[in-house]
């Protein structure tokens, strides 16, 4: 879009024909061109170029609060996940401490011959699952807690 200027200079000897006694063209000539270009009107042809870096400036940023969004729709979904498994893992301990009551007061009971070693056997199988399901739910509890830091970003790698 700047003016263009051209400076263009040369010189040209040519030794004369003969005519008879006489010699014709003779001589040397010099010659000095200027040429100026000055752009007055592009006819648009720039405008293209900023239209599209705007708009290619306009989609990166609409992609950047997309992934924003993800971002914390990613978060509030591992805080939900972590708020559940911690319920959970609470419930499997007061369950385990209800069987284990329940299969105290089996053993009891069994031991005075008020009860069937068949039912003692179900109390501790009851207290089996329930530990079980305990162990379980901690481990949940875990991974949820530990895919609530990664999408917090506070998950740190220690050697």
């Not at 609060?65 to 893992?89: F, G, N, R, W």
Request: hydrophobic share 40%.
């Amino acid at each position: 879009m700047l003016p263009q200027v051209g400076l263009q200079g040369g010189y040209g000897y040519m030794h004369g024909l003969k005519v008879g006694d006489e010699t014709v063209l003779d001589g040397g000539s010099f010659s000095l061109t200027l040429n100026v270009n000055i752009p007055i009107f592009h006819f648009g042809g720039r405008i293209n170029k900023v239209r599209a870096a705007k708009a290619k400036a306009e989609q990166v940023e609409l992609e950047r609060q997309q992934l924003d969004e993800k971002m914390q729709l990613e978060l509030s979904q591992a805080a939900d996940i972590l708020e559940e498994a911690s319920l959970e893992a609470s419930l499997a301990v007061r369950s385990l401490a209800q069987a284990d009551e329940n299969l105290q007061l089996s053993r009891k009971q069994y031991e005075a011959g008020m009860e069937s070693i068949g039912d003692l056997l179900e109390a501790q199988t009851l207290w089996q699952q329930a530990y079980a399901t305990m162990v379980e739910t901690r481990c949940a509890k875990y991974l949820a807690h530990v895919k609530y830091l990664k999408a917090a970003g506070l998950l740190t790698v220690s050697d």
